[in-house]
């Protein structure tokens, strides 16, 4: 078939004998992830008219103030999860503790907990620069039939079952994995369909692009420091370029389609870096491995970590293979032990 006229509903169905626990519920959760994807797009995609809509009075006729949209996608994700009672809880970066799903039809005895950023990079969208949702999604490791505990949401990055993210760019495009490979799927927003657009995704093993944020420069680790010396020398393939979007489903999209690599270091000011292991760090790292990249913290892949918080954080280094392969090698060259 013609992959251009797959669409996601047909590639989860066709593709639910490959999910380890086939009986359904991760397909619907996955629908479900869908659907908000679709509604919060909407929504971004609007976002600049917001003032302009409001102050025709066309909106907000209730006079309550407008949503943050990383409140709203925070929202709509959230309702998507807990009223369809597919899941049996649900950590997010917008709520301090993790939820657990009650309802009419027990959701006690439901597989799989869901960890989620619902809008990643939200400073960028005052800025009309693509934002992200990552999402992660394990199987609980406490009996079905009891509430959801918190140690179903600290477990290694290793034991996802599936993850992916949203890139509201140019086009909106959800991406996941659930363990045998990346796909990429492009809304078509005259029809509301994600299509099939990019099958089987990979990081070039040799990339060409950093992404790092280089105003933290002076605080950087030697390290890292010297990777990013590596990377401007002109020599044999070098300089690389350096693009830094600052939202990092864009900067890892783009890094896994051209070949590059993504780095959030620790840092003297941020001694564990800034982005949280549990739903920004392990999706990515997951996807990373499934596309044939590499996810480290410098020293430790990072699915290996074991987590001990929600939100704790981690330093990431992810993208092409080898040139993680490098930054690593500078990082263990300044090892202290
Ligand atoms: P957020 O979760 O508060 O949006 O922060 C995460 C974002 C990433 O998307 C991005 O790569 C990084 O923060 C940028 O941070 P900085 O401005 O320090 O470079
Ligand atoms: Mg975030």
Redo the contacts with the bound molecule.
């Keep these: 078939m013609n992959k251009n006229y797959i669409t996601l509903g047909e590639f989860i169905i066709s593709n639910q004998q490959d999910f380890k626990y086939s009986s359904g519920e991760l397909s619907k959760l996955i629908n479900s992830i869908r659907l908000a994807a679709k509604i919060v797009n909407h929504e971004v995609n609007k976002a600049g008219l917001v003032d302009i809509v409001g102050a025709a009075g066309e909106t907000n006729i209730q006079g309550e103030d407008q949503q943050k949209l990383d409140v709203y996608a925070n929202d709509v994700f959230k309702s998507a999860l807990i009223k369809r009672e597919i899941v049996c809880g649900i950590t997010s ?1 917008e709520e301090d503790d993790f939820i657990t799903v009650e309802g009419k039809y027990n959701a006690h005895d439901n597989k799989y907990v869901v960890l989620i ?1 619902p ?5 960028n969208i005052d800025v009309n620069v693509s934002v ?1 949702t990552i999402f992660s999604i394990y199987r609980r490791t406490t009996p079905q039939g009891m509430p959801v505990k918190k140690e179903d949401f600290l477990q290694k990055g290793s034991e996802q079952v599936a993850a992916g993210y949203i890139v509201f760019g140019t086009s909106t495009m959800l991406v996941y994995t659930t363990g045998n490979g990346v796909n990429g799927f492009t809304l078509n927003p005259a029809i509301g369909s994600f299509y099939l657009s990019h099958p089987n995704m990979t990081f070039p093993e040799r990339g060409s692009i950093f992404s790092i ?1 280089q ?2 420069y002076a605080h950087f680790p030697k390290g890292v420091k010297d990777y990013i010396k590596y990377c401007q020398e002109e020599k044999e393939d070098r300089p690389y370029a350096y693009r ?6 864009s ?1 890892f999209h783009r890094n896994m389609i051209k070949g590059g690599i ?1 780095i ?1 270091p620790t840092n003297s000011k941020a001694p564990k870096g ?3 292991l549990l739903y ?1 760090c392990n999706p990515m790292a997951f996807l990373t491995e499934q596309a044939g990249g590499k996810a480290t913290d410098g020293y430790t892949r990072i699915l290996d970590i074991q987590p001990t918080e929600l939100h704790e954080r981690a330093p990431i280094f992810c993208g092409s293979l080898k040139m993680v392969e490098k930054a690593e090698a500078f990082m263990q060259k300044y090892k202290e032990n």
């Excluded at 809008?119 to 400073?123: E, I, K, R, T, Y």
């Excluded at 830094?244 to 489903?249: F, L, T």
Aim: no cysteine; glycine share 16%; proline share 0%.
């Design positions: 970066e950023d809008l990643d990079g939200s400073s992200g944020n105003g933290n830094y979007i600052g939202s990092m489903v900067d993504y959030y800034k982005l949280r920004e």
